[in-house]
């Protein structure tokens, strides 16, 4: 066993230092295995042409503020989208789900005067219905989600209309459910948050290699410490901006927050692992036993939950649902994101960082084509653009992973 370790190319790379851990990364990009590293660079260029374009304004803390609490909505919509992706499927019915249970939670609390805290409950289970359902159908009658969740996406839209009946849009103004994406945080409230997340993507990579330090496998602790410390200094610095305005976004913290609890499910869970086998490969899933239908259930049940939540957030930030709730672009935002973050099309592959990470870039270049006042279908045909170049270098990575053999 301990001579087999030794020859392989991963061990060796990694006990040879720095230097082989250079030819180590050298290879994996060669290989396809870029992780999120493309998206990093488009973030660098997208800041630059527009701070650029519009003449040092985007980067400023004002607008900093306005772009993180813009992207709280469709980023939790999108964290459900890379689960449903990362088993190989799709949902297209996430937007207007997302919509119809905002609309749900504002007619109880406003028309029919029930308790906010119950309104958003029921709004978020009314989400949680809609994906067991989609779900059940999807795995009980072999049908392909794609032609299920758009059944989803007309359906779910007569709904919509339907609850909202003639009010049309609906105004809130319960402090609670504005509260969800209007409420900022400033100080050491601001700054403890940002620890907590520090000790989780900074300091749980530190402690995995010390972990593999005692079992002989142990890339060089300079590296992760660097890296730990230049992530450490993004986050840190990025509170200090935006304090220097309104403060960190709740709906900013909430999804923050659910990225890292999923991450954890993702990569330290039975269920993960199971989410990953079936993406991968559903038929050698099945053959091992896992229960593949089951998993399915149960990511979209997730995926619409999550989208109900996003629809809460966003009918928050809007303090108002109308009959175009989660409709428009939301849908194609929150898969773009996805897609562009990193996840694949192809199932297996992926990580709910995508969803934060393309998050920012969708909304990156929504915000700075608003300021540069450009029309909607100006800024369509670029997010379309960016998406059609996501796919692309996804197939491009996977041909390299498929000749690697990974």
């Not at 230097?19 to 998206?39: K, N, T, Y």
């Not at 059940?136 to 007309?154: D, H, K």
């Not at 913290?253 to 993702?266: G, K």
């Not at 939301?330 to 709910?352: E, H, M």
Request: one cysteine or more; charged letters at 10%; hydrophobic letters at 55%.
């Amino acid at each position: 066993m301990s001579s087999t370790l030794e020859h392989d190319p991963r061990v060796v790379a990694e006990q040879q230092g720095l230097r082989g851990f250079v030819a180590s990364l050298g290879r994996r990009l060669r290989e396809g295995d870029v992780g999120q590293l493309p998206v990093l660079l488009g973030l660098v260029v997208i800041a630059i042409i527009f701070q650029r374009a519009s003449h040092g304004l985007f980067l400023t803390p004002f607008n900093m503020v306005n772009l993180t609490s813009q992207m709280a909505a469709v980023g939790t919509m999108s964290v459900g989208v890379v689960l449903i992706l990362l088993l190989g499927e799709i949902d297209l019915s996430v937007g207007i789900v997302s919509g119809m249970c905002a609309a749900v939670m504002a007619v109880l609390t406003v028309i029919l005067d029930v308790s906010p805290a119950i309104g958003l409950g029921l709004g978020i289970l009314t989400g949680t219905a809609v994906g067991l359902f989609q779900g059940a159908w999807i795995t009980l009658f072999g049908i392909p989600s794609f032609v299920v969740t758009l059944s989803g996406l007309i359906g779910w839209q007569g709904v919509l209309l339907h609850v909202l009946g003639r009010n049309g849009t609906i105004n809130l103004q319960d402090p609670l459910i504005l509260g969800l994406a209007n409420t900022y945080l400033k100080g050491a409230t601001a700054y403890a948050v940002a620890l907590a997340f520090l000790l989780y993507v900074a300091g749980g990579p530190i402690l995995a290699q010390l972990r593999r330090g005692r079992a002989g496998l142990v890339a060089p602790m300079s590296f992760v410490v660097a890296r730990g410390a230049v992530v450490s200094a993004a986050v840190l610095g990025a509170v200090f901006a935006l304090e220097r305005d309104r403060g960190v976004a709740l709906g900013l913290v909430f999804l923050l927050a659910l990225i890292v609890l999923m991450d954890f499910v993702l990569r330290r869970t039975r269920l993960g692992r199971m989410i990953y086998a079936i993406g991968g490969n559903a038929e050698a899933a099945r053959r091992a036993g896992l229960p593949v239908q089951r998993i399915r259930v149960l990511v979209f049940v997730l995926a619409s939950t999550l989208a109900a939540w996003g629809g809460m957030l966003g009918a928050s930030r809007l303090r108002a649902v109308n009959q175009s709730a989660g409709q428009g672009q939301v849908l194609l935002n929150a898969i773009a994101a996805a897609v562009i973050g990193g996840t694949s099309l192809f199932g297996g592959r992926g990580s709910v960082w995508s969803a934060l990470f393309g998050i920012l870039v969708i909304q990156s270049i929504s915000n700075g084509m608003d300021m540069l006042s450009l029309q909607n279908s100006i800024k369509m045909m670029v997010t379309a653009g960016v998406l059609l170049a996501a796919v692309t270098i996804d197939a491009i990575l996977r041909r390299g992973r498929q000749a690697s053999g990974r």
